[in-house]
């Protein structure tokens, strides 16, 4: 600040004091005896109106992302528990009994878990071993436990 600037802000000098409020360098412009900074509640509120417009376009594509997920997950479990089922038929010459035969022989380390339901509820097709003489029951196929429908029209548990 100049002599005269410093001098005219000590006495009071309206003048030098209007002067100097236009050429401080300060992020808000000065008005009157208070500073004039920040948002209006009007400005606030089309902002946040933005907002929640955006989020209500966004959030029902998010949501079908989501389900579009669930459903590959669900069709490449059910693909794998039935190739896996199939390969024990061919490894053993008998059907298994349950998953669990599959986890208890290694050939998955666990049951994983429906992707619908989040448990590992799977519903089993139990029905007569072609490969046994004597007629024994095993897992001939694997569905899902959802009774939702599906974004296709069938319900999940007829995959």
Known sequence: MTGKLRRG????DTETRRHADFNSVSPCPRVSAFVACGFTLLELMIVITVIIILAAIVLPQYQ???????????????????????QYAS??????????????????????????????DWTPDVGE????????QGLLNIHSASTDTATDGTHYNEW
């Not at 079908?64 to 199939?86: N, P, Q």
């Not at 009994?97 to 380390?109: A, C, K, N, P, W």
């Open 129 to 136: 071993d072609p490969n046994l003489p004597e007629g024994g």
């Open 9 to 12: 802000l000590r006495r009071g």
């Open 64 to 86: 079908k992302t989501i389900l579009a997920t669930r459903e590959a997950v669900l069709r490449e479990d059910l693909s794998k528990l039935r190739t896996l089922i199939d």
């Open 91 to 120: 490894d053993k010459q008998k059907l298994p009994e349950s998953l669990d035969t599959l986890v208890s022989d290694g050939y998955i380390r666990e049951v994983p878990k429906d992707p619908m339901t989040g448990n590992a």
